[in-house]
């Protein structure tokens, strides 16, 4: 009996070191692809790339540039999540045409073909009003590069937006992608729209 026991210990404890084993490999190979793409960090499995977004919580205007064919404005605000600061994009109210390009970009973006991403933010509206979110080539013709997140809902209350897309049409690793925060046709007179915490991430690996 004794026999028997020590044998079965002796099976369980090995079945135990190949899992452990098993554990180390995986763990291994998702630090060395992390490394070798600029780690970030592992969620729920996941490995994702650094944040390919410069100026994410827009401390000033760098790496961002607006654009409106009619009467609206670009700044910083600190009135953003906790001590976090804002994009203030606001739509005035001066009896001006409101334009039906208004949008809020960052250029030059490093994408990769085939690929899986992740794009996420923070967001409100003082009106509760929507807008539109895109990754596409910088210049003409515009190519979508694989998002295409319209009729966002936004309230007047701080909420994160998350969206996975996979990229398409293009073969080769580019650098010339836009992301735009796009806010016709839905900008109305005296909207206040805020944005902050923008990430766009590569996911590495998964399960």
Do not use: C
């Given at each position: 009996m004794r026999e028997k026991f020590l044998k079965a210990n002796l099976i369980l404890m090995s079945i135990l070191i190949i899992i452990s084993l098993a554990i180390?490999?995986?763990v291994?190979?998702?630090n060395t692809a992390a490394d070798s793409a600029g780690f970030a960090g592992i969620v729920a499995g996941n490995v994702y790339s650094e944040n390919l977004i410069t100026n994410p919580d827009f401390s000033d205007a760098?790496?961002?540039s607006f654009w409106a064919n009619g009467s609206a404005t670009f700044d910083m605000t600190e009135s953003g999540p906790g001590f976090a600061n804002a994009a203030d994009i606001h739509?005035?109210?001066?009896?001006s045409a409101t334009g039906n390009n208004i949008q809020l970009y960052q250029q030059g973006i490093m994408l990769e073909p085939?690929?899986?991403y992740i794009i996420s933010f923070m967001a409100k509206s003082n009106s509760e009003n929507k807008m539109s979110v895109y990754v596409h080539k910088h210049g003409l013709p515009y190519t979508n590069y694989g998002l295409d997140w319209s009729d966002i809902e936004l309230t007047s209350d701080w909420q994160s937006f998350s969206k996975e897309f996979t990229t398409?049409?293009?073969f080769d690793t580019i650098f010339d992608?836009?992301?735009k925060f796009w806010f016709a046709?839905?900008?109305t007179p005296g909207e206040i729209y805020y944005i902050t915490n923008v990430s766009l991430v590569k996911m590495i690996s998964y399960p």
């Amino acid at each position: 009996m004794r026999e028997k026991f020590l044998k079965a210990n002796l099976i369980l404890m090995s079945i135990l070191i190949i899992i452990s084993l098993a554990i180390i490999v995986e763990v291994t190979q998702n630090n060395t692809a992390a490394d070798s793409a600029g780690f970030a960090g592992i969620v729920a499995g996941n490995v994702y790339s650094e944040n390919l977004i410069t100026n994410p919580d827009f401390s000033d205007a760098s790496g961002w540039s607006f654009w409106a064919n009619g009467s609206a404005t670009f700044d910083m605000t600190e009135s953003g999540p906790g001590f976090a600061n804002a994009a203030d994009i606001h739509i005035l109210d001066d009896g001006s045409a409101t334009g039906n390009n208004i949008q809020l970009y960052q250029q030059g973006i490093m994408l990769e073909p085939n690929s899986r991403y992740i794009i996420s933010f923070m967001a409100k509206s003082n009106s509760e009003n929507k807008m539109s979110v895109y990754v596409h080539k910088h210049g003409l013709p515009y190519t979508n590069y694989g998002l295409d997140w319209s009729d966002i809902e936004l309230t007047s209350d701080w909420q994160s937006f998350s969206k996975e897309f996979t990229t398409e049409d293009f073969f080769d690793t580019i650098f010339d992608a836009r992301l735009k925060f796009w806010f016709a046709p839905y900008a109305t007179p005296g909207e206040i729209y805020y944005i902050t915490n923008v990430s766009l991430v590569k996911m590495i690996s998964y399960p």
